[in-house]
């Protein structure tokens, strides 16, 4: 198999400061993609910058609120004009907000609903006119939480459930341009809201060797192992896939 080449242009990840999000970038960068590393907390981006930067690769760190329309179309655009043609886009931005549904906040929800549902389709919306010249490719984060039950996790569920409906609708829908859509689904992912949680805990090798027993695969993803999915779903290598869900997640699903 040919290696995997995104070098015709700029591949614009939301959430790039995060685990999965910055690997993605990186990964991005490695098989030549200049990239706009957008974040709400901009020293984070700058982080994933200087790793990008570390293996040779460009990279511009962008702030980004993607609850706010236009915003994301401006920071979109300046990204554009000073990286160049966009082949590409990551809708990587989420928040985790878990607890009882009995107890769920009426701000809680449209929190993690504006972030994670909203800020997809701000994202989507604003990379149409920017994808439709190059012919490029989207990719949404999904989750397995997307297909199953959730303890106390029935916002980040929801949002999730959403985001792969609104990558299926869509993907129809730019299919004239051009434009394939598809989503990754991780498991359990070794960082980003998974260490949130262990953090948060009095025995985090309890939620490890719990992982281990749930994957089939004996362990949890890396956020390579995410990324690596992502970077071939918006190179030529998948051309003729669009509407579909890759799940990243060690066997998770058939074991459940």
Sequence with gaps: MKQIDLSRGMVFVTGGGGSIGGAICVEAARAGA?????????????????????????????????????NVGEVMKKAVAELGE??????????LRTGPVADQSEQGWRDIMSVNVDGTFHAVQAAVPHLSESKGAIVTLGSVSAFIGSDEGAAY????GAVLSFTYAVAGDLAPRGIRVNAVSPGWVDGGFTHQAMSQMENPEELVETARRMHYLGRMATPTDVANAAVWLL???????????????????VKH
């Design 86 to 95: 966009m082949i590409g886009l990551v809708t990587g931005a989420a928040v």
């Design 157 to 160: 569920t929801t949002t999730k």
């Design 34 to 70: 200049k990239v706009a590393v957008a974040d709400f907390n901009l020293d984070a981006a700058k982080a994933t910058c200087e790793k990008i930067e570390a293996i040779g690769g460009t990279a511009l760190a962008y702030e980004i609120d993607v609850t706010n329309r236009n």
């Design 235 to 253: 190179s030529d290598q998948a051309a003729f896939v669009t509407g579909t869900s890759l799940l990243v997640d060690g066997g998770y699903m």
